[in-house]
């Protein structure tokens, strides 16, 4: 037993009963929501190295869609199942799954496309996941909202376990790379300490942290460093009497750069440099389908974010990094934003 103790995130009971399910299953599935970041596939690749490495079994991990290219890199990545690209296999794994493990997110029209899919399996669910308010039909729920990330529960989840002294870098690259990239890397959600017992752990298992953050964070084009000017030049408007500030990526925009999935990762947290800012949204036109527009937002100190992309952008989140979906024009997107802003300037002043 290790001298330092993490608080537990399941009763015993759940522990046995979560043990139970998993020997009493032969196909398991991973999966995550689309448009996967770092704490969806860094969870469903840790968590599916707990279940070979621990378990003995051989997990599948889908995907309802492509993930950026600098996410690529990942260790075990090479075996993530596409449902955009496989979809009838796919259907059939999870029509004669036993149990799946639904990680990094709180309801099912977050898998977009294989949510029907999904929703037929007659497979045993769990869910580990830090969003708030849980809606999946699950055997087990594992959901804590105030973690940093779901990495951080599977991490919590395999100390539990007993399982991380037989954990490899195979294991601790993806869990870190997933706390890296929901925390900003560390920057917000991340004042708890434990968060910092646990890197110290995975820097046990030999990751090179340092790598890991180049990887994430300067693996991007020239084209990506030429559209993060030009929105900063030209896109950004800045609302300095409330502390705040919006940027368009129209589909023009987009083409202009060579857009690729993931370039426009890390843009919207920029604007939150500038002295006094509270607010940042990013408000970028779907690449194929018109009229739509997803919304990121990002805040500091205790503005609510996820309260804002609730009300206004058919979202939500965390309180300092939420998203959400509009179906309307880039136009009509800008007027809602406005009007967001205003509703909240008591907050934001």
């Given at each position: 037993m290790h001298p330092v103790m993490l608080k537990d995130i399941i009763s015993q009971e759940q522990c046995e009963q979560l043990q139970a399910l998993v020997r009493e299953s032969d196909t398991i599935i991973c999966v995550c929501h689309q448009n996967p970041d770092g704490d969806a596939l860094g969870s469903c690749l840790g968590w599916a190295e707990v279940l070979r490495t621990h378990f003995g079994k051989e997990p599948q991990v889908i995907v309802p869609d492509q993930y950026p290219d600098f996410l690529q890199w990942l260790p075990n990545s090479e075996k993530i199942i596409r449902y955009d690209k496989h979809k009838e296999g796919c259907d059939w794994t999870l029509q004669h799954a036993d149990l799946i493990f639904c990680l990094d997110f709180n309801t099912t029209s977050r898998v977009a496309d294989m949510q029907q899919a999904l929703e037929k399996s007659p497979a045993k669910m769990v869910l580990i996941d830090?969003?708030?308010?849980?809606?999946?039909?699950?055997?087990?729920?594992?959901?804590?909202?105030?973690?940093?990330?779901?990495?951080?529960?599977?991490?919590?989840?395999?100390?539990?376990?007993?399982?991380?002294?037989?954990?490899?870098?195979?294991?601790?690259?993806?869990?870190?790379?997933?706390?890296?990239?929901?925390?900003?890397?560390?920057?917000?959600?991340?004042?708890?300490?434990?968060?910092?017992?646990?890197?110290?752990?995975?820097?046990?298992?030999?990751?090179?942290?340092?790598?890991?953050?180049?990887?994430?964070?300067?693996?991007?084009?020239?084209?990506?460093?030429?559209?993060?000017?030009?929105?900063?030049?030209?896109?950004?408007?800045?609302?300095?009497?409330?502390?705040?500030?919006?940027?368009?990526?129209?589909?023009e925009d987009l083409k202009r750069f060579h857009f690729m999935k993931g370039d426009a990762e890390g843009l919207v947290n920029m604007p939150l440099q500038i002295k006094g800012h509270k607010l940042s949204i990013s408000l970028r036109e779907d690449t194929e389908k018109e009229n739509t527009i997803w919304v990121s937002l990002r805040s500091v100190d205790q503005f609510p974010c996820n309260e804002m992309a609730a009300r206004f952008f058919n979202g939500g989140g965390h309180l300092n990094a939420s998203g959400g979906r509009l179906n309307c024009s880039i136009a009509e997107a800008v007027k809602i934003t406005e009007q967001a802003i205003r509703a909240f300037e008591g907050l934001l002043k």
């Amino acid at each position: 037993m290790h001298p330092v103790m993490l608080k537990d995130i399941i009763s015993q009971e759940q522990c046995e009963q979560l043990q139970a399910l998993v020997r009493e299953s032969d196909t398991i599935i991973c999966v995550c929501h689309q448009n996967p970041d770092g704490d969806a596939l860094g969870s469903c690749l840790g968590w599916a190295e707990v279940l070979r490495t621990h378990f003995g079994k051989e997990p599948q991990v889908i995907v309802p869609d492509q993930y950026p290219d600098f996410l690529q890199w990942l260790p075990n990545s090479e075996k993530i199942i596409r449902y955009d690209k496989h979809k009838e296999g796919c259907d059939w794994t999870l029509q004669h799954a036993d149990l799946i493990f639904c990680l990094d997110f709180n309801t099912t029209s977050r898998v977009a496309d294989m949510q029907q899919a999904l929703e037929k399996s007659p497979a045993k669910m769990v869910l580990i996941d830090h969003h708030l308010g849980p809606d999946i039909p699950t055997v087990l729920t594992i959901s804590h909202p105030e973690a940093s990330s779901t990495c951080e529960l599977v991490f919590r989840l395999t100390w539990q376990l007993g399982a991380f002294e037989q954990m490899s870098k195979h294991f601790a690259t993806p869990i870190y790379c997933g706390m890296m990239t929901d925390t900003g890397a560390f920057t917000y959600n991340s004042d708890d300490c434990d968060v910092y017992f646990i890197v110290s752990q995975l820097l046990t298992k030999h990751i090179n942290k340092d790598k890991i953050y180049r990887n994430v964070y300067h693996n991007f084009s020239e084209d990506r460093l030429r559209l993060m000017g030009y929105v900063m030049y030209k896109s950004l408007v800045v609302d300095a009497s409330h502390h705040a500030s919006y940027f368009t990526l129209t589909r023009e925009d987009l083409k202009r750069f060579h857009f690729m999935k993931g370039d426009a990762e890390g843009l919207v947290n920029m604007p939150l440099q500038i002295k006094g800012h509270k607010l940042s949204i990013s408000l970028r036109e779907d690449t194929e389908k018109e009229n739509t527009i997803w919304v990121s937002l990002r805040s500091v100190d205790q503005f609510p974010c996820n309260e804002m992309a609730a009300r206004f952008f058919n979202g939500g989140g965390h309180l300092n990094a939420s998203g959400g979906r509009l179906n309307c024009s880039i136009a009509e997107a800008v007027k809602i934003t406005e009007q967001a802003i205003r509703a909240f300037e008591g907050l934001l002043k």
